[in-house]
């Protein structure tokens, strides 16, 4: 029916219906999703403020000093993303933003400099690392304030907040009598319903070796979402060496366990933010993780080729997916 292109979380995303609404009712619903993915970027962006909103980087400039009023979405979020950060262990730590800033830096000046790309001082994130504990965030939802009550530490949104957002986006879909609804946001993909012949939404996990024009596996959804976390995704060089984005909060480095991790679960927010964390353990402890979380489903594809999959994942044969 309709098709429309976004740029959210500064990624390329769209919202598509390959069910019946009319124009203008697919006109409706996809601008009021848009308007919402668009107040959640602003809520979750910890670079930039914008007037009259305090969003995560008013409150980490406020770190150490007094609680800041928000906006109760922006409560709920941080209580989702405390809670699951809690359930992975801290492998997936949404405090963890005194570390990741270094990190961060290092991308943004390779990319304007890649000649003089260096790594973060080691002792700098060692350091940092005292300042990553989830009891550093102070959270109280009666005042609508949160706190953050370490100068040093810092909230960053970037494993789960792309995901928790594309549900809520989903949810309001629903709400308006969506049904049929894809939402690419950035990768995320959420699927709502399923096609009017009661099939699924034939989708396909990227080859992270040939992550540009290769598949590694397709899958017929239907009703969940599908999130990757990838070491092709985002990186940089430095002495011929790549360094991606999603570092191992026990190693303080790019996490090494694999080229990809898929998870496949309802809620948006769980499976990014369980993308993440699942990226940075050990296959054992990663299933263990997954068989202990009821309807999630992960696709593990290894350094070196090698694919893994939990038991709910049936993957479809190639050549009926082109
Ligand atoms: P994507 O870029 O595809 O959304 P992720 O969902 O895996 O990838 O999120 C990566 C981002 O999350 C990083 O850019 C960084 O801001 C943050 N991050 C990286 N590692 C961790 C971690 N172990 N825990 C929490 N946040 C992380
Ligand atoms: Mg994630």
């Known amino acids: 029916m309709g098709k429309v292109y976004y740029t959210f979380f500064d990624t390329v995303s769209y919202l598509y219906s390959y069910a019946g609404d009319s124009q203008q009712s697919f006109d409706e619903k996809t601008a009021a999703a848009a308007a919402l993915l668009e107040e959640y970027h602003q809520m979750m962006d910890i670079y930039h403020e914008y007037s009259g909103l305090n969003n995560l980087c008013t409150v980490n400039k406020n770190a150490g000093g007094q609680p800041v009023q928000v906006d109760p979405r922006l409560?709920?979020?941080?209580?989702?993303?405390?809670?699951?950060?809690?359930q992975t262990n801290g492998k997936m730590n949404v405090m963890m933003g005194a570390v990741l800033a270094p990190w961060h830096e290092a991308q943004a000046a390779a990319g304007k400099d890649p000649g003089k790309?260096?790594?973060?001082?080691?002792?700098?994130?060692?350091?940092?690392r005292a300042h990553t504990g989830l009891s550093l965030l102070e959270i109280d939802p009666k005042a609508g304030t949160v706190r953050i009550t370490d100068p040093q530490a810092r909230l960053d949104a970037g494993a789960v907040g792309k995901g928790y957002a594309t549900e809520m986006a989903a949810r309001l879909l629903e709400s308006m009598g969506g049904?049929?609804?894809?939402?690419?946001?950035?990768?995320?993909?959420r699927i709502i319903g399923q096609k009017p012949d009661g099939s699924g939404w034939r989708t396909a996990i990227k080859d992270p070796f040939h992550h540009?024009?290769?598949?590694?596996?397709?899958?017929?959804l239907a009703d969940t979402s599908c999130v990757t976390s990838g070491n092709y995704e985002r990186f940089f060089t430095?002495?011929?060496?790549?360094?991606?984005?999603?570092?191992?909060?026990?190693?303080?480095?790019?996490?090494d366990y694999f080229a990809s991790v898929s998870v496949?679960?309802?809620?948006?927010?769980?499976?990014?933010?369980?993308?993440?964390?699942l990226f940075c353990m050990d296959?054992?402890?990663?299933?263990?993780?997954?068989?202990?979380?009821?309807?999630?489903?992960?696709v593990w594809i290894f350094l070196d080729g090698t694919q893994r999959h939990t038991s709910g994942i049936h993957p479809l044969d190639p050549k009926d997916s082109e």
């Open 75 to 86: 409560i709920d979020f941080l209580l989702y993303a405390k809670e699951l950060s809690a």
């Open 117 to 128: 790309a260096c790594l973060p001082d080691r002792t700098a994130l060692e350091q940092a």
């Open 179 to 189: 049904e049929g609804y894809v939402l690419n946001i950035g990768g995320n993909i």
């Open 212 to 220: 540009d024009s290769q598949y590694a596996m397709y899958l017929e």
């Open 238 to 255: 430095v002495e011929g060496k790549q360094y991606h984005h999603i570092i191992d909060p026990d190693t303080l480095m790019p996490a």
């Open 264 to 277: 496949i679960a309802k809620d948006s927010g769980l499976a990014d933010g369980l993308s993440t964390a």
């Open 283 to 298: 296959y054992e402890s990663g299933r263990a993780l997954a068989d202990r979380l009821e309807g999630v489903e992960v």
